[in-house]
């Protein structure tokens, strides 16, 4: 025979042992990504280089309006280093970088570093981003100071 404090304990595991299953079935994984948000006064065009594998592409373009965002990378970010080119309406850069790749003039996916300009693309420098090891990472991009 069971008493009413053991009656109690046994409903409350029960009610606890519930809780845990229904915030097991609610919970969602974290969305691993990479994030380029624009809090210029500006319009900006986004292109982004990365190691997919055994090979390195750039690709791009994404517009990204004032105080909007691009997600250009939508899944586990696939290596340490992604590289970010923004130019804005009139063709300037406007994120100074140093990492020379090729980029397209229309919309464009582009395998390898070298000879661009001998394979019909222009050679421009990305701004390299150390997301550590970080699955997901947003970069804001302020208005140029000056």
Known sequence: MTTG???SATIWNGVLSAAAVLFLWGAVPARAEFVVCNRSFDV?????GRSVGERFETQG??????NQCATPIKEDLPAR???????????RP???????MCVGTQEFSIQGLQGCRTRGHEAVDFH????????????FFDPPEG
């Open 5 to 7: 404090r053991n009656s």
């Open 44 to 48: 900006v065009n986004l292109a982004i």
């Open 61 to 66: 373009w994404w517009t990204v309006g004032t």
């Open 81 to 91: 280093y992604i590289y970010v080119y923004l130019k804005d309406v009139f063709g």
């Open 94 to 100: 406007v994120l100074a970088g140093d990492v020379p």
């Open 128 to 139: 390299e981003i150390d997301t550590g090891s970080a699955l997901r990472w947003t970069l």
